[in-house]
């Protein structure tokens, strides 16, 4: 058993809904880390930048969620590229000297779920929504060699917030509004939704899914969510939030605690609480 006092913690507001503690509150017991604990901290992106810096050197690092992303960027001393590159972090380490690395394991979660869904490179990708997944989207297509993505918005000042990381990143990324939604999911090897919930309901009955097409719906609650019930009816394989939310975890708990994860035991208390299967 490894001894140790130590915190870490998922921020964002709102929070109560977080499944993060679950997943890594059942890493620390399977990988014998005791005195280790895991909460959930209501925080706003504004608040965020004095709640950090009160923090003291028991805590081992956060796990950032919505609206907090580019916040948490902007309190790291050092930043991983992909963080830097989509201007976003989810992961927040602190170090020995008691400074932040921010890192973004969206991504590498991403790219994890995606391979095991069978994504390759050279993929035609359409993403649904512009937003901060969209950006982790992008960092992910790149990593997996699918240099040209779509982006479908409704409003197009928002793809255009996007470009910048296209460019970091060597993305192609061509723009397309909502009416053109259905056409480009219909054409797609790769289709990603990071929309809210309800938002691409409408086009679960419009979409002419092709065969061998790989859907992710970031969305998990409710799962399966129209447009991805929609894809399975057609024999498409599904990526759901609950995997990237798992996969994203898996890095988060390495960089925490320098301990391999023990990625069964936290994909089987993740699946007792939601009763859901996981690809990854």
Request: charge should be negative; hydrophobic fraction near 50%; aromatic fraction near 4%.
């Amino acid at each position: 058993m490894i001894e140790a006092t130590r915190r870490a913690a998922v921020l964002g507001k709102p929070i109560a809904h977080s499944l993060s503690p679950v997943i890594h509150t059942a890493g620390y017991a399977a990988a014998g880390l005791t005195g280790w604990s895991y909460t959930r901290i209501e925080c706003a992106a504004a608040e965020l930048p004095d709640l950090v810096a009160g923090l003291g050197p028991e805590w081992a690092g956060l796990s950032v969620t919505m609206p907090g992303k580019e916040a948490a960027l902007a309190v790291a001393a050092q930043a991983s590229p992909v963080a830097a590159a989509v201007g976003a972090a989810n992961t927040l380490v602190h170090r020995p000297d008691g400074s932040w690395y921010a890192d973004n394991t969206d991504v590498a979660g991403m790219v994890r779920v995606l391979t095991t869904a069978g994504v390759g490179a050279g993929a035609a990708v359409t993403v649904l929504g512009a937003g901060g997944t969209a950006r982790a989207a992008l960092a992910a297509a790149e990593q997996l060699g699918c240099p040209e993505v779509t982006v479908v918005a409704r409003r197009p000042e928002a793809v255009d917030e996007l470009r910048p990381v296209a460019d970091v990143l060597g993305v192609v990324l061509t723009a397309a509004g909502w009416a053109d939604a259905q056409r480009h999911l219909s054409a797609a090897d790769l289709a990603v939704s990071t929309v809210p919930k309800g938002v691409a309901d409408p086009l679960a009955g419009a979409v002419a899914w092709r065969p061998g097409t790989v859907l992710f719906d970031a969305v998990y609650d409710p799962w399966p969510t129209p447009l991805a019930a929609s894809a399975a009816a057609a024999g498409l394989r599904l990526v759901s939030g609950l995997d990237l939310l798992l996969a994203q975890a898996i890095g988060q708990f390495e960089q925490f605690t320098g301990v391999t994860a023990p990625v069964e035991a936290m994909r089987g208390a993740l699946a007792e609480a939601t009763s859901a299967d996981f690809l990854s």
